[in-house]
């Protein structure tokens, strides 16, 4: 079944130990797109400027993506600026050009009504609820959310949260959002806002998906990696890989739920390997299989 | 078959964000032994001074362990005192009163001679190589360091671990160790020191071992556990049912060290549930065996 995001599509600048690159294609809802389409059929809505070519929306077409929701302002496309040093996991923002991102209103193309699946890329928790509020037919929505909304939106997104089955955040945002410093406390107290599970992200150490009370956890590693490339859009990866597993499989019992968790951290460990979303451009789904199978084999018992 | 621990035997004082104690028994050796002892024999090569009690003591003989190789000098027992604040990872070292232990010279007791597992926990480098040249007939080594010989015991530290066949570390010591900010990368480089396998334990995500190049890491996960009491020997704790898992099947294959893993990280979460070892005394195989299965269900695929 379809699933359909909304978020950003962006240009990154940015600079690792292995490279730098300018003004390549990025955003949330690219990275979440492209790894969603090896499962299932996407659709995006969201906004670009005058910059934005055909040939970085054809990166999305290319992998079968419906990109009639991007719409087309007058203006510059979002552009963000970073570094990662040699800790891959912390991020050192130069710049953020928000450019026409900052006047987005999310539209949903007509011909989009019929989604199952949404998923709500970091964006403002008020323009989250209202294309929630659009879509009085979808089964599931997932979401992401960030430290900036938690700090200054928080009434929002609290009401927001009302609205979202599942939520995908990183070990600090939960902390952060829950205020306690106990991950499996944290957890249950998202857990009370709203959510029926929640994904929390560890980096190179996986993720664990929380449920409330009585249900156990389960966590799914990630892929003990030498050369982080890039890791850039790695969480967005993970979401479109969860997300797209679970939209391809209609349902959401534990075994799909599980799977989608390995589903996920497999499109997250794929789009490190390279800069920006060379590497989710050119999967094959026996690659993919293969790194689930050796995911499995990393946590497995023989 | 019996394991032989030659570490630290202790006492801490310590405050955690659930209350305080004095003097209670601690040390590496003391974790290991109770946690290695539901699984094997374990014998004990450590110091304490005069201020040590039949009770203390007692805790091990209650647990099966022969202190037999436990020295009695004249002076104090070593006297660790801590504390911990919100974040259960991160010890702040109050005062370090090594006392007898200043001039532990572990002498191996000639009824230990025939001990087929030896545990080098953390201490000086210099002397777990002396012990390990003590135990000619041992089949199978494990070691533990820290920083403090890592930046100043190198050169030893580098001869003992051409002797260790498993190395139990944690994500920083790696690190340090291999200079290295890359978790996979550092593994790689310790491997190439000597040992034919080696722990990462990574705390509230579990542990990971690592092989020589072309055999797949394995990944255990911690139990997200809401009131970690105490955090101290959780390590020794891991090391301890590890260890003593793999002594009481006698052989390294996949299977063995994979089960090892989830047995280590199963103590390491007992322990941390309570002050000092009082978790560790009073487990039964039952208990074991249900957070045994516990973490199989957080990892395993239906």
Same mark, same amino acid.
């Given at each position: 079944?379809?699933?359909? @995001?909304?978020?950003?599509?962006?240009?990154?600048?940015?600079?690792?130990?292995?490279?730098?690159?300018?003004?390549?294609?990025?955003?949330?809802?690219?990275?979440?797109?492209?790894?969603?389409?090896? *499962?299932?059929?996407?659709?995006? @809505?969201?906004?670009?400027?005058?910059?934005?070519?055909? %040939?970085?929306?054809?990166?999305?077409?290319?992998?079968?993506?419906?990109?009639?929701?991007? %719409?087309?302002?007058?203006?510059?496309?979002?552009?963000?600026?970073?570094?990662?040093?040699?800790?891959?996991? $912390?991020?050192?923002?130069?710049?953020?050009?928000?450019?026409? *991102?900052?006047?987005?209103?999310?539209?949903?193309?007509?011909?989009?009504?019929?989604? %199952?699946?949404?998923?709500?890329?970091?964006?403002?928790?008020?323009?989250?609820?209202?294309?929630?509020?659009?879509?009085?037919?979808?089964?599931?929505?997932?979401?992401?959310?960030?430290?900036?909304?938690?700090?200054?939106?928080?009434?929002?997104?609290? $009401?927001?949260?009302?609205?979202?089955?599942?939520?995908?955040?990183?070990?600090?945002?939960?902390?952060?959002?829950?205020?306690?410093?106990?991950?499996?406390?944290?957890?249950?107290?998202?857990?009370?806002?709203?959510?029926?599970?929640?994904?929390?992200?560890?980096?190179?150490?996986?993720?664990?998906?929380?449920?409330?009370?009585?249900?156990?956890? *389960?966590?799914?590693?990630?892929?003990?990696? %030498?050369?982080?490339?890039?890791?850039?859009?790695?969480?967005?990866?993970?979401?479109?890989?969860?997300?797209?597993?679970?939209?391809?499989?209609?349902?959401?019992?534990?075994?799909?739920?599980?799977?989608?968790?390995?589903?996920?951290?497999?499109?997250?460990?794929?789009?490190?390997?390279?800069?920006?979303? $060379?590497?989710?451009?050119?999967?094959?789904?026996?690659?993919?299989?293969?790194?689930?199978?050796?995911?499995?084999?990393?946590?497995?018992?023989?």
């Amino acid at each position: 079944m379809s699933i359909l @995001v909304v978020g950003s599509v962006a240009f990154d600048t940015l600079a690792t130990p292995y490279g730098k690159r300018e003004k390549i294609l990025g955003g949330s809802a690219t990275y979440f797109s492209l790894a969603a389409s090896y *499962f299932t059929k996407v659709r995006v @809505v969201a906004v670009v400027g005058d910059d934005f070519a055909a %040939e970085h929306e054809g990166v999305m077409k290319a992998r079968g993506v419906d990109t009639t929701g991007i %719409e087309r302002a007058a203006g510059k496309t979002f552009h963000w600026g970073g570094e990662y040093g040699d800790n891959v996991n $912390e991020a050192k923002t130069k710049f953020t050009d928000l450019n026409v *991102f900052q006047n987005f209103r999310p539209q949903i193309p007509q011909a989009y009504g019929d989604t %199952e699946y949404l998923f709500l890329a970091n964006i403002d928790p008020k323009l989250q609820l209202e294309v929630r509020r659009q879509m009085p037919r979808v089964k599931m929505t997932g979401g992401d959310t960030m430290n900036l909304w938690i700090n200054n939106s928080r009434p929002q997104l609290i $009401e927001t949260l009302k609205k979202v089955d599942i939520l995908l955040i990183n070990d600090g945002e939960a902390k952060l959002l829950a205020s306690d410093t106990s991950l499996a406390r944290a957890a249950r107290k998202v857990l009370a806002m709203g959510p029926r599970a929640l994904v929390i992200k560890h980096g190179e150490y996986g993720a664990t998906i929380f449920f409330p009370d009585g249900v156990h956890p *389960f966590r799914a590693p990630a892929l003990p990696i %030498e050369e982080v490339q890039d890791p850039t859009g790695a969480g967005d990866s993970f979401a479109g890989g969860f997300m797209g597993y679970i939209a391809s499989q209609g349902k959401l019992d534990r075994p799909v739920l599980t799977r989608a968790m390995f589903y996920g951290s497999v499109m997250g460990s794929f789009a490190v390997e390279r800069f920006g979303t $060379e590497r989710l451009q050119q999967l094959t789904k026996d690659e993919i299989q293969q790194r689930f199978d050796l995911f499995r084999s990393l946590t497995h018992l023989d």
